[in-house]
């Protein structure tokens, strides 16, 4: 079954016998605080969400809205999150990886084992399950989306908690990212432990 345009990919991968197909999404490779979080949403072919989208093509309000539709209604909800000083052992990359492979293993906890993986760009080597990279996936596929908008709203409501941890830097308002008030904030106050002081401009 293909509910809408974006079921291309989740329509294939139905017509090579794949029965609980995972979208899966990151958010924070880029920052230079706080987290990598990504998420692995299963959908239900039955029951489209209206509406998804590359999280960044929405507004704070629609994926807030979408990120309680999708737990609601999707068949299962993994999310991985590997922190800043993981990443400055690891590299990005790699816990990009460990992120998106966390959140794989852990749909199982919503009762539903992936049978195959759609990812942006990504593979994951690790995993013994048929997928499929898809540069742009966030705004190609259904599942794709919904792991993006999932991974985004989570990672955001982590840095907002992190602003009161750490005042003064501004989480709540960039989300880490590397804009002139945060990189202003580092040089008046220097790094601070969710800061990834392996990346350029933190240490």
Not at 5 to 22: F, K, S, T, V
Not at 61 to 70: A, N, V, W
Not at 75 to 95: C, M, P, S, Y
């Amino acid at each position: 079954m293909r509910p809408g345009p974006l079921w291309e990919y989740e329509g294939r991968a139905q017509g090579r016998g794949a029965r609980a197909i995972a979208g899966i999404d990151e958010a924070g490779r880029g920052p230079l605080a706080g987290p990598v979080v990504a998420a692995a949403v299963i959908l239900d072919a039955a029951d489209p969400i209206a509406g998804l989208n590359d999280s960044k093509q929405l507004s704070e309000k629609t994926r807030e809205r979408l990120f309680t539709e999708i737990h609601t209604r999707a068949r299962a909800v993994g999310v991985g999150i590997v922190h800043a000083g993981e990443i400055d052992r690891i590299n990005i990359l790699q816990a990009t990886i460990l992120a998106m492979t966390q959140a794989v293993e852990r749909l199982s906890a919503g009762g539903v084992e992936a049978d195959y993986l759609l990812l942006d760009a990504l593979t994951l080597s690790a995993l013994p399950l048929p997928q499929e990279g898809i540069i742009g996936g966030d705004g190609k596929s259904a599942s794709i989306a919904a792991a993006s908008i999932v991974a985004k709203v989570t990672r955001d409501r982590i840095m907002v908690a992190y602003n009161d941890n750490f005042p003064g830097y501004g989480f709540a308002v960039h989300k880490g990212y590397p804009t002139r008030a945060h990189r202003e904030a580092l040089s008046r106050l220097g790094p601070c432990p969710i800061h990834r002081r392996s990346f350029r401009g933190v240490a």
